[in-house]
């Protein structure tokens, strides 16, 4: 069972999805969203794609009605227009958190997101799950599901990358990304 956020009632949200409907629009082929009017003293033009690229994702920026600017994620936008729905997490399918086409968006509980998101910058081995043990001299598999931890000490990087891809695949599935 996939949570809501906020805690928005049907209401709140409704309201919401119409206001984003009001300004923008949203192209699937693309997934782009577009302003559909001029702002006042602003460059915002008809037609201009809104948003701007922070941390790999896209956000749009609103003012409110009392001139309080709030930033929103564009994959959230795009899910609420679309399927006026806001859940708590949504997964960029192929990793690229700027891709909001439809087709690479999906509604995942907290613990698939983590599946699917991408090695970590510290990581020294370029695969997930997969790490240089300097005591042992050895490459070692860890993975974890459900408070349970997948460790095995391997001879060689290519070992330990075949391991980890088979062990993911078999815990998470289609979320086991690479």
Do not use: Q
Request: charged fraction near 35%; include cysteine; charge should be positive.
């Amino acid at each position: 069972m996939v949570k809501l956020s906020f805690h928005l009632g049907d209401m709140e949200i409704n309201k919401l999805r119409e206001e984003f409907m009001n300004r923008l629009s949203y192209d699937n082929e693309s997934g782009k969203l577009f302003w559909k009017k001029t702002v006042r003293y602003s460059n915002r033009r008809v037609g201009d794609e809104a948003g701007s690229k922070h941390l790999d994702y896209i956000r749009v920026k609103f003012k409110t009605d009392s001139g309080k600017s709030i930033n929103w994620l564009a994959h959230r936008i795009v899910w609420l227009m679309e399927y006026g729905e806001l859940p708590d997490e949504i997964d960029h399918i192929n990793g690229d958190k700027s891709d909001n086409r439809l087709s690479n968006l999906r509604v995942v509980e907290r613990k698939e997101n983590m599946w699917n998101k991408a090695i970590t910058r510290h990581n020294t081995s370029g695969h997930k799950n997969v790490i240089f043990d300097k005591n042992s001299n050895k490459w070692r598999v860890v993975i974890m599901k459900e408070g349970r931890c997948y460790t095995k000490t391997m001879g060689s990087l290519e070992e330990a990358i075949e391991l980890s891809d088979l062990i993911r695949s078999e815990l998470h599935g289609e979320y086991a990304r690479k």
